[in-house]
């Protein structure tokens, strides 16, 4: 394996959404990430994944849906924690809503069909780090709200597996513990 490549995801950090800002990816960029993110395992090759893209006015007008759909699940919310909501979507230059769709397949397990999910949204943290931007892979309260959820026009069987928002650093990420490879780590050995 490539040491450049090694090192990449070796010291790979999300960055907290909150601390992104522009640049973002242009439109070649994002494809890039995108196709980057969608070379993952995908047994029988059902795709069981698909990206929402939020850019420029779409995001604000996506934090009126939520502010709304806050709004409806907490009818106290104060208008402070109405503006955060609205304001949620516009922390980063871009975000993809990465959707997971089951297909009934007796030979690919749900399971497997959601880890693929999870290996898109993996992979497009790295693809965005190696792009020379920053991400964050997130769902917070919004990725199970019904509201949201028929704003994003899922289909049955489909969910959220994540929004990634992707931009540039406003500050150094700082590092953070990591386990210990040996208390995670064991052999199988067969029983005597």
């Known amino acids: 394996m490539s ?3 090694l090192k990449l995801l070796l010291e790979r950090r999300s960055v907290v959404a909150n601390k992104l800002g522009p640049p973002g990816p242009d439109a070649g960029q994002l494809r890039r990430i995108l196709s980057v993110a969608a070379r993952v395992p995908d047994h029988k090759r059902l795709v069981p994944w698909r990206f929402i893209l939020f850019q420029g006015e779409a995001r604000a007008a996506f934090g009126e849906v939520l502010a ?3 709004k409806m699940a907490e009818a106290d919310a104060s208008d402070a ?3 955060v909501e609205a304001a949620r979507f516009e922390r980063a230059p871009v975000v993809v809503a990465v959707i997971s769709k089951i297909t009934a397949k007796p030979a ?3 399971w497997e069909q959601i880890l693929s999910a999870g290996a898109v949204c993996q992979n497009m943290l790295s693809a965005a780090n190696a792009s020379g931007f920053s ?3 997130i ?3 919004y990725a199970y709200d019904q509201q949201v959820c028929a704003a994003l026009a899922l289909e049955e069987g489909e ?3 994540g929004f990634v928002y992707i931009g540039t650093a406003q500050e150094p990420p700082e590092e953070r513990d990591r386990p210990d490879l040996d208390e995670i780590t064991t052999s199988w050995a067969a029983a005597k």
């Open 3 to 5: 040491e450049t490549a």
């Open 68 to 70: 709304r759909a806050c």
């Open 81 to 83: 924690r109405l503006e």
């Open 108 to 110: 690919v397990p749900e």
């Open 135 to 137: 991400a964050q892979w």
């Open 139 to 141: 769902t917070e309260w």
């Open 159 to 161: 969910r959220v597996a």
